[in-house]
């Protein structure tokens, strides 16, 4: 069976420092892979996409950047983060490309930034 | 582009009530929609989904369902809601053919089933 793993499950940093957030697949093979920002009363908002390996969507501008340096692995990062940028980080896959499915979702990353 | 619209953003019910909570997308073309649900504490996952055929769905838990395409609508219902219904809903679309496979999700309602 597939299962998404994240980590951590929780990060406090400071201002200005660097980030890495990652996420793994298990038990699939070329799937999409996605990254969401959850915020209270705002919902899902869809930060990036790929479809493959070194292949990703950017949907909103921001301080924020994503790879994927392998099939099953997404990295979410930034180079300094702002105050704006705490949240709660969504991972989420879905069948491959060529086909469309519901989405599996991750336990997810709370970010604090101080 | 697509979006989603979720009219009730909070829902207090007691027991036994009825539930529906409406969903609206804007996308001219074939969709696919679904229902997640978010458990306190808990991951996201499917409620149920809606790719073609019979409008109206059944998912788990004894929710279902209704596609209107005249409206724009996948608004979820269930008969009879119980206090472990309490969590938060979101309604999304992926648009098939569209080239992309982005889902988009509205902001969310949040239910609170008073026993």
């Known amino acids: 069976s597939q299962t998404i793993h994240q980590w951590p499950a929780t990060l406090v940093q400071p201002v200005g420092s660097p980030l890495s957030l990652e996420c793994t697949v298990e038990?699939?093979?070329?799937?999409?892979l996605y990254w969401y920002r959850q915020a209270a009363g705002r919902g899902l908002q869809l930060l990036f996409y790929s479809v493959g390996i070194g292949q990703i969507s950017s949907e909103v501008p921001q301080n924020l950047s994503a790879s994927r340096p392998q099939d099953r692995q997404f990295i979410l990062s930034s180079k300094k983060l702002l105050l704006s940028d705490s949240g709660f980080y969504l991972c989420?896959?879905?069948?491959?490309?060529?086909?469309?499915?519901?989405?599996?979702f991750g336990p997810g990353t709370r970010l604090t930034v101080l | 582009a697509q979006s989603v619209s979720q009219h009730n953003h909070h829902v207090i019910l007691s027991e036994a009530a009825s539930l529906e909570l409406g969903c609206n997308y804007s996308y001219g073309g074939t969709v696919n929609l679904f229902w997640y649900v978010q458990y306190p504490g808990q991951h996201l996952q499917l409620l149920l989904k809606y790719f073609s055929g019979d409008p109206l769905v059944k998912g788990i838990k004894g929710f279902e369902a209704e596609f209107i395409k005249s409206k724009f609508s996948f608004n979820l219902r269930k008969p009879s809601v119980q206090w472990s219904d309490t969590a938060e809903y979101f309604c999304?679309?992926?648009?098939?053919?569209?080239?992309?496979?982005?889902?988009?999700f509205g902001t969310g309602t949040r239910l609170k089933v008073l026993a």
């Open positions: 989420a896959w879905s069948a491959p490309r060529g086909s469309y499915n519901e989405q599996f």
């Open positions: 999304a679309v992926n648009a098939q053919n569209s080239g992309t496979y982005k889902y988009i």
């Open positions: 038990g699939t093979s070329n799937p999409n």
